[in-house]
């Protein structure tokens, strides 16, 4: 335990002769979780967002001809050789013509002289509710349309392809933060150990001559990028968690949609954001000690 | 009375039994180097017909053998440019021979791999002519960094350093950084930190050189210390008073060369 202690001495002496870097460092790392974490969170809450959206993405096939019970199992087939669906639900023209019955309410007497002939037949079908198939829903339409007796597909087509292009927006940016956490707090990290082994130059060099052992010399540093991995990214993920709270207390007044109904990264998804932000930091300080140290 | 008597007595460096408990790293190495020496009761520093050119063509050293037995003390004189630093630096391992062979506890350098230069170096204290101290580290950082090298405890690191540093009389500077010093207590800080883990090789390379003939008695006081513990003394030196009359060996070296 004595190494130990040597170690942490060791550190906090190097700490003392560079903070102004040091915080430099920390800086980067807590906003590089920060911005990355950032985004994640907001295409987190835009897929969920998307799921209080099932009806709209609901595919409605028309027909000119209602579907026998015996080819339901056929055109189900068709159906999937696309893509896999959630659910297909066969309406016939009597059960539409309920539907529509029932939504009029105490006006559903206009419907009385007339029959279920008036409502077409329609399939409906519910894509699977994730990016990667709702971002094909328009394929998926053209698709549907060329089911034997379909007339016409109908879907929310603008607030689908919109949303679809946002999230794809923000997919992107998810994935561009996440290169600048890797790139930034790697390049930090170990820009940061560089300095210190340059100002410590002649240090090492005495350190060297009187036999100091790798690890004697090493393991200060690794402490060093594994301390700004541990505080950086926490901080990071406690400003984005202060943000977020905020945020949340703003949007989800009363009477407001629960479209906004904002919800936070689970624990074990902060922690894992956390952990590959603090591997990274080790890895760079490891990979910058490999690189400009001799001993 | 020199401080050097009072307080806790030297531990002689070879006073490191089988038998006696050695939990540290330290006595390990210790154990580990005398076990080679014991084995085969060769010279402790064994340099023959060693060559070392400088480039381009600086012959430093020209085939110049020198065997010094564990435990002896013995000084390496010789005009400026004679080739004692270079010597020294071979024995430490910080220079390469162009020929020749150089062993140390019985363990031929050119053969060691990096951790066991490391070893070797962990028992050896040099007192550069350079000094090499830490000019923003205080007189006692620089002088503890050998015993921080080896992980001692705090409290030990404290007493001894103290202790060395009262037998050179540096006690009352400690706190200050070694680059304020005169060069005379630079040169004793360096000499402080050659001494301070009672090395088995203390390699001294004109350790009098800035020094008054007062001071210089302590500095041999301190040496004869050690020595009598058992740590092998080489001292390079053209500083005559530091050596007129003593029992001990002197070999003098000219143009590289050893002579009679
Ligand atoms: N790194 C080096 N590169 C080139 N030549 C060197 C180097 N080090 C020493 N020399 C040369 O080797 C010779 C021996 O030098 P060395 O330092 O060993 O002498 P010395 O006996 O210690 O002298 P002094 O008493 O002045 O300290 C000198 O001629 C010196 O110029
Ligand atoms: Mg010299």
Redesign the pocket.
């Known amino acids: 335990m004595s190494r130990l202690k040597y170690h942490i001495k060791q550190t906090w002496r190097n700490l003392g002769q560079s903070w102004g870097t040091q915080i430099m460092t920390l800086f980067t790392v807590s906003l590089s979780v920060l911005i990355f974490s950032f985004f994640l969170l907001i295409y987190v809450n835009i897929l969920a967002a998307g799921d209080r959206f099932s009806d709209e993405l609901r595919l409605v096939v028309y027909l000119d001809h209602e579907v026998v019970p015996e080819m339901q199992p056929q055109i189900r087939k068709k159906i999937m050789d696309f893509s896999e669906v959630e659910n297909i639900v066969f309406v016939s023209r009597k059960e539409a013509f309920e539907r529509f019955r029932k939504q009029l309410g105490k006006n559903s007497d206009v419907l009385d002289d007339l029959g279920p002939e008036i409502m077409p037949p329609s399939i409906e079908v519910s894509p699977l509710r994730d990016l990667e198939h709702l971002s094909q829903l328009k394929e998926f339409s053209d698709y549907l349309a060329t089911l034997p007796g379909a007339l016409k597909v109908q879907y929310g087509q603008n607030w689908v392809e919109r949303f679809g292009h946002f999230t794809e927006l923000v997919r992107m940016t998810v994935i561009m933060s996440g290169v600048l956490l890797v790139m930034a707090t790697g390049f930090m990290v170990s820009y940061t150990i560089r300095l210190t082994v340059v100002a410590k130059d002649a240090e090492l060099e005495i350190l060297r001559l009187l036999g100091a052992s790798s690890s004697y010399v090493q393991t200060p540093l690794l402490i060093e990028g594994l301390m700004q991995g541990i505080i950086g990214s926490t901080l990071g993920m406690a400003l984005l968690y202060a943000l977020y709270t905020w945020a949340a207390g703003r949007l989800s007044g009363p009477g407001f949609l629960r479209l906004f109904d904002l919800t936070f990264f689970s624990p074990l998804t902060a922690c894992a954001i956390i952990l590959v932000s603090i591997a990274m930091c080790t890895g760079g300080s490891l990979i910058a000690i490999r690189k400009y140290m001799r001993i | 009375m020199p401080a050097v008597h009072g307080g806790r007595p030297f531990r002689p460096a070879a006073d490191v039994r089988p038998g006696a408990p050695d939990t540290d790293f330290d006595n390990k190495v210790r154990l580990h180097f005398m076990s080679e020496q014991n084995r085969e009761n060769r010279p402790f520093v064994d340099v023959v017909k060693v060559t070392k050119v400088?480039?381009p063509d600086?012959v430093?050293l020209q085939d110049v053998s020198l065997s010094v037995d564990r435990g002896e003390m013995i000084f390496l004189t010789?005009?400026?440019?004679?080739?004692?630093?270079?010597?020294l630096k071979l024995i430490s391992c910080m220079e390469r021979p162009n020929k020749g062979l150089i062993e140390v506890a019985g363990r031929d350098t050119a053969k060691l791999k990096k951790g066991e230069i490391q070893e070797l170096r962990q028992q050896i204290g040099m007192a550069y002519?350079d000094f090499k101290i830490l000019p923003r580290h205080t007189v006692f950082q620089n002088v503890a960094m050998p015993m921080e090298v080896l992980y001692r405890p705090g409290r030990e690191i404290k007493e001894r350093v103290n202790e060395v540093l009262e037998a050179l009389r540096m006690d009352h500077k400690k706190n200050l950084p070694a680059g304020k010093l005169s060069r005379g207590e630079q040169q004793r800080v360096a000499i402080a930190r050659a001494a301070v883990n009672r090395p088995a090789l203390i390699l001294a390379?004109?350790p009098t050189g800035n020094l008054d003939s007062e001071i210089s008695t302590l500095v041999m006081k301190l040496f004869t210390e050690l020595n009598e513990g058992g740590s092998t003394i080489i001292i390079?030196t053209?500083d005559s008073s530091i050596y007129e009359g003593t029992s001990h060996r002197v070999v003098r070296?000219e143009h590289?060369m050893f002579t009679a």
């Open positions: 400088y480039s600086i430093a010789g005009m400026s440019g004679a080739g004692k630093s270079t010597l002519q390379d004109e390079a053209h070296l590289g």
